[in-house]
T-cell receptor
Framework: QQKVQQSPESLIVPEGGMASLNCTSSDRNVDYFWWYRQHSGKSPKMLMSIFSNGEKEEGRFTVHLNKASLHTSLHIRDSQPSDSALYLCAASDSNNRIFFGDGTQLVVKP | EAAVTQSPRNKVTVTGGNVTLSCRQTNSHNYMYWYRQDTGHGLRLIHYSYGAGNLQIGDVPDGYKATRTTQEDFFLLLELASPSQTSLYFC???????????FGAGTRLSVL
């Protein structure tokens, strides 16, 4: 069973719109979350991390975390065509194993 | 930014073949990871290590061995390759526990 589940599988938003991506872990040993972005043909790169309950904002990107429900979400406002990519949620457990979900494929249409 | 180098970038082998994928990081990171990524999917953890001589089991270890020979070098071994191991393999490193992963460019492996 996959330890990290992401939704939706794919998402199309218009340029300038808001994209909202979700991630939940089924493993109660998970305690840290990251969001990575992978452009087509490239390797993943860390976008944002969140370790405490609440919200964190960096530019157009906002991430939320609810540790009780092991749910995190990523919101991209004013989406740009260059934001089109596979967004991967990652979580780590106390043994430093880092697990990834299957990702959300985001397409931003001009 | 952390440098992680994988080799080869592409590899084709036959069923039953012996393959070694190499990964080197030059940032004195403690943790190194091997993942595989199949089309349309995320990354699945094969093995990881927190230092030379150490090996930890990931989620999908069957058919794979790994060895961390030095702080810098982490190898993934497929001793009897099967078509189900055709995939894109990523190596990653991180400096401390619960820290950002830095990925190599990937190795695309085809097992015919």
């Amino acid at each position: 069973q996959q330890k990290v589940q992401q939704s939706p599988e794919s998402l199309i938003v218009p340029e300038g719109g808001m994209a909202s991506l979700n991630c939940t872990s089924s493993d109660r040993n998970v305690d840290y979350f990251w969001w990575y972005r992978q452009h087509s043909g490239k390797s993943p790169k860390m976008l944002m991390s969140i370790f405490s309950n609440g919200e964190k904002e960096e530019g157009r990107f906002t991430v939320h975390l609810n540790k009780a429900s092991l749910h995190t979400s990523l919101h991209i406002r004013d989406s740009q065509p260059s934001d089109s990519a596979l967004y991967l949620c990652a979580a780590s457990d106390s043994n430093n194993r880092i697990f990834f979900g299957d990702g959300t494929q985001l397409v931003v249409k001009p | 930014e952390a440098a992680v180098t994988q080799s080869p970038r592409n590899k084709v082998t036959v069923t039953g073949g012996n393959v070694t994928l190499s990964c080197r990081q030059t940032n004195s990171h403690n943790y190194m990871y091997w993942y595989r990524q199949d089309t349309g999917h995320g990354l699945r953890l094969i093995h990881y290590s927190y230092g030379a001589g150490n090996l930890q089991i990931g989620d999908v270890p069957d058919g794979y061995k790994a060895t961390r020979t030095t702080q810098e070098d982490f190898f993934l071994l497929l001793e009897l390759a099967s078509p189900s191991q055709t995939s894109l393999y990523f190596c990653a490193s991180s400096g401390l526990s619960q820290n950002t992963l830095y990925f190599g460019a990937g190795t695309r492996l085809s097992v015919l």
